[in-house]
C-alpha cells in the first residue's frame, strides 16, 4: 500500500480541527536535502558539491549588506509524530520502552541547523550559499526522566544570538501526555555558517531584539559566549589548577597512600571506590555514506548518539543500574569527520558524587595510511544512577586533571538544574 505523504496523514488524523499541521522531523532532513541541493546517491556528491561552488556569488561581502532578522522570523515548530504515526516508534525505542536520548540528539541537530537556514534564508534563492555546521552543543537541561515512545513530541526553536558567522539557537522539547505538551528539555547549540565548499566562515544577518525579554534573552547569548572564553582559557590544558583544587588532588593522594608502607609509588584504594583506570569503555566506528550530512560529511548529530550511546553505557556499568541522562554540555565539533574514517570513541567515568555519575567521551579519527590520530570532538554528559554509586579515584596526574575537569563541568551543571 502507498504510504501517504507525512502531512497529509497527519492532517487525515487531526481531521477537521482547524489547527495548523505541524512539519515533521522527516520533513526536517528534506528541507535540509534542498537547500544545499545535497545529492540523495552517494555516488553523485561530487558533482553535487561541485555544482554549490556557483554559489559563491551570493555570499555577502560585509554583514551589513545582509537584512536584519527578528527572532520570530527563524521561530519553527516540528512534531515528532510518536503517538500518531506508531511506525517510526521502532527507530526511538529502548530496551526500557522508553524514547532512545540519542535519537533525541540527532533530531536536535538538523533542527538547529535548518532553523539557521530559516535565518539566514534569501527571499529569491531557492538554494542556500552558506554551509552551516553544528560548532557546539553548550547546553541540553533535562527536567523529566523518561521520555515516553507512544506520545507526540513537539520541539520549538529560534535563533536567539548572533555574531559576525556564528548563531546561536535555543531549542524546546515538550511531550504530550493526557491533553497537554509539558517540557521535556531545553537546549542551546553554536552553529557556524561556512562558504559552499564548507572552507571559510561566511557572513550570516544580523539579529534585532524586539522586546525587552528578548534583548535579555540576547545579552545572555553575549555573555554565553563570554563565558565559554573564560572556561577555555582557564582550560587544564592550559593553566594549572586552582589552590583549592590542588588540595583536592593531595588529599585524593594521601587517602590512597598505603599506609603500611612508606612509599610514594604504593596506592591503595579506599572502601566504595574505584580507580579511574576501571572505569572506562572504548568503541570503533566505521563512518559509512549513510551516516552523511548534507555536506558529505558525517552526520553531527550521528557523532553525539554514538558518543551518547558509549556514555550511557559506562554509566551503566559503572553504578550497576540504570542510568538517566540528566545534562549534556560543552560538545565541541573540533574538526569535521570525513566519510569512510576510522572512528575511536573512548568514554571515561571522571567524576561522581552521590548518585550523579559525570562521563567523559573523547573522539577521534584514525588515518590507517599514516597511523595519525586526531580528536574530532569531546562530549560530557551528567548521568543520575538509580543508586548512589562508587568514588572515581584517579592515581596519576593526567587522570586527576580529568577528575578536575569533571568536577568543573558537574559543578556548572548543577548551578543550572
Ligand atoms: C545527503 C543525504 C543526507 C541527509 C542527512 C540529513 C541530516 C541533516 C544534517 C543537517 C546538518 C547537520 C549539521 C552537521 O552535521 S555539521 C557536522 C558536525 N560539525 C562539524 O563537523 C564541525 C567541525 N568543526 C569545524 O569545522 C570548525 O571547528 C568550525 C567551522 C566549527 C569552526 O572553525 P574555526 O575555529 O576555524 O572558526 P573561526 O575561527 O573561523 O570562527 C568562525 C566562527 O565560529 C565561532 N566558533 C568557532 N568555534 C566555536 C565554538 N566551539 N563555540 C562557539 N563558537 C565557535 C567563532 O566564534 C566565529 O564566530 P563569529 O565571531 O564569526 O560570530
Not at 540504570?322 to 560538545?331: E, G, K, L, N
Not at 573522539?363 to 590520530?373: C, G, K, N, P
Not at 570532538?377 to 551528567?382: M, V
Amino acid at each position: 500500500m502507498r504510504k501517504l505523504p507525512s502531512v497529509l496523514a497527519r492532517k487525515l488524523a487531526s481531521g477537521t480541527s482547524g489547527s495548523p499541521v505541524l512539519p515533521d522531523m522527516s520533513e526536517v532532513r528534506s528541507r535540509l536535502r534542498d537547500i544545499v541541493g545535497a545529492s540523495t546517491n552517494w555516488r553523485d556528491h561530487v558533482q553535487a558539491m561541485q555544482e554549490r561552488k556557483a554559489l559563491h556569488t551570493l555570499l555577502a561581502k560585509r554583514q551589513e549588506d545582509l537584512p536584519p532578522r527578528r527572532m520570530k522570523d527563524s521561530y519553527l515548530e516540528v512534531i515528532l509524530p510518536l503517538g500518531s504515526q506508531p511506525e517510526i516508534r521502532e527507530k526511538y525505542l529502548n530496551v526500557h520502552n522508553s524514547v532512545r536520548f540519542g535519537r533525541i540528539l540527532e533530531d536536535l541537530d538538523s533542527l538547529g541547523v535548518l532553523i539557521c537556514y530559516t535565518h539566514t534564508k534569501q527571499e529569491t534563492q531557492p538554494r542556500s550559499p552558506l554551509s552551516i555546521v553544528t560548532a557546539l552543543v553548550d547546553k541540553i537541561n533535562l527536567c523529566k526522566k523518561i521520555i515516553y515512545p507512544d506520545c507526540d513530541i513537539k520541539f520549538t526553536g529560534n535563533v536567539s544570538w548572533v555574531g559576525r558567522t556564528s548563531m546561536e539557537v535555543k531549542m524546546h522539547m515538550l511531550q504530550l501526555h493526557g491533553g497537554d505538551y509539558s517540557p521535556v528539555l531545553d537546549a542551546t547549540f553554536v552553529m557556524v555558517a561556512r562558504d559552499p565548499e564548507n572552507k571559510r566562515p561566511a557572513f550570516v544577518n544580523p539579529l534585532i531584539p524586539e522586546s525587552p525579554e528578548e534583548e535579555e534573552i540576547f545579552k545572555q547569548g553575549e555573555l554565553n559566549k563570554l563565558k565559554r572564553i573564560d572556561f577555555s582559557t582557564a582550560s587544564l590544558l592550559k593553566m594549572a589548577p586552582t589552590a583549592e583544587e590542588r588540595n583536592i588532588v593531595h588529599d585524593i593522594f594521601l587517602n590512597t597512600l598505603d599506609t603500611r608502607t612508606v612509599s610514594f609509588r604504593s596506592r591503595k584504594l579506599p572502601p566504595n571506590s574505584v580507580w579511574m583506570e576501571d572505569a572506562k569503555l572504548k568503541g570503533l566506528q566505521i563512518c559509512h555514506p549513510q551516516e552523511r550530512n548534507i555536506f558529505n560529511r558525517i552526520f553531527g548529530g550521528f557523532l553525539m548518539r554514538k558518543a551518547f550511546e558509549l556514555g550511557w553505557a559506562t554509566a551503566c556499568s559503572y553504578g550497576s543500574s540504570r542510568p538517566f541522562i540528566v545534562s549534556v554540555d560543552d560538545i565541541m565539533f573540533q574538526r569535521p569527520v570525513e566519510v569512510g574514517s576510522l572512528l575511536l570513541l573512548s568514554a571515561q567515568v571522571c567524576y561522581t558524587e552521590k548518585n550523579y555519575i559525570q562521563v567523559r567521551v573523547h573522539s577521534e579519527v584514525y588515518d590507517a595510511d599514516t597511523r595519525e590520530h586526531q580528536t574530532t570532538n569531546i562530549f560530557h554528559f551528567t548521568f543520575i544512577s538509580e543508586n548512589e554509586v562508587p568514588r572515581v579515584i584517579p592515581k596519576t596526574y593526567g587522570e586527576s586533571m580529568l577528575y578536575l575537569d569533571g568536577k568543573r563541568h558537574f559543578a556548572a551543571i548543577m548551578k543550572d538544574i
